[in-house]
């Protein structure tokens, strides 16, 4: 299981009402070009990772520009979509100016860049430290399990979310780095990235157990701390779950 793929899939279809299929894959790939750039030297040469990282990103741009441009020749279609995109094209200025193509195409992407590795990172540590401790992760499945049940089979919705006390739970450190940032500065996606995580931990504690293949695995810190496997596991549905 991939949390990026995960995280990127719904992104997808937020931001661009991408379905998974070859074009959001190729996005994938792509995107994943760039992060690997971002904090290269910024040697624009064949061969370098900034260099691929920049023929990645006119690439993407080209691919939401064709998407643009196949919705202004389809302005119908926007009313079954109400996503990122469409909100950023109908988004107006004091003056009644809307955006350029080529402002929707750059805020797109830099809300994607800014949101899905960051999000699946994330994921990856809840796996890894959850795997670790089972105790947790048991507090964290009854809570889950006892909404789960009240909802008898709907969707969970933000309510839902805001009602799980202990999935939510989050001390307060002073003097210790805060993830989302504070003040004027607090990350514009942080609510987003929050309900990504809620719901993902909901459907997978509910029904499901996995262990780490290599619980001592190194640890790597470039371009982000994770260990060498990016935290594989063995995941199999729980018995009560079947």
Request: net charge neutral.
């Amino acid at each position: 299981m991939d949390g990026g793929q995960v995280t990127f899939q719904n992104i997808g279809k937020l931001f661009a009402n991408f379905e998974p299929g070859p074009v959001l894959d190729t996005l994938d790939e792509l995107f994943t070009g760039m992060v690997r750039g971002i904090r290269a030297a910024p040697i624009n040469f064949p061969g370098t990772a900034y260099h691929h990282a920049v023929q990645c990103r006119r690439k993407v741009e080209a691919i939401f520009r064709e998407e643009l441009k196949r919705r202004k020749k389809n302005p119908e279609e926007a009313n079954s979509r109400n996503d990122l995109m469409d909100g950023l094209m109908q988004l107006k200025d004091d003056e009644g100016n809307q955006l350029r193509d080529i402002e929707v195409v750059d805020n797109i992407v830099s809300i994607v860049v800014a949101g899905y590795e960051s999000t699946s990172i994330a994921i990856m540590w809840a796996l890894y430290f959850l795997a670790k401790y089972s105790n947790i992760l048991q507090k964290l499945r009854e809570e889950n399990r006892a909404i789960s049940k009240r909802k008898n089979g709907e969707l969970i919705t933000s309510d839902d979310i805001s009602n799980m006390k202990y999935t939510n739970k989050e001390p307060l450190k002073p003097g210790v780095y805060q993830v989302f940032g504070g003040g004027s500065r607090t990350c514009a996606g942080n609510m987003l990235a929050r309900l990504q995580l809620a719901v993902f931990l909901h459907h997978l504690a509910v029904g499901y157990k996995w262990e780490l293949v290599n619980p001592n695995a190194q640890m790597t810190y470039l371009p982000h701390p994770k260990p060498v496997d990016g935290v594989e596991i063995v995941i199999s549905k729980l018995e009560e779950a079947k």
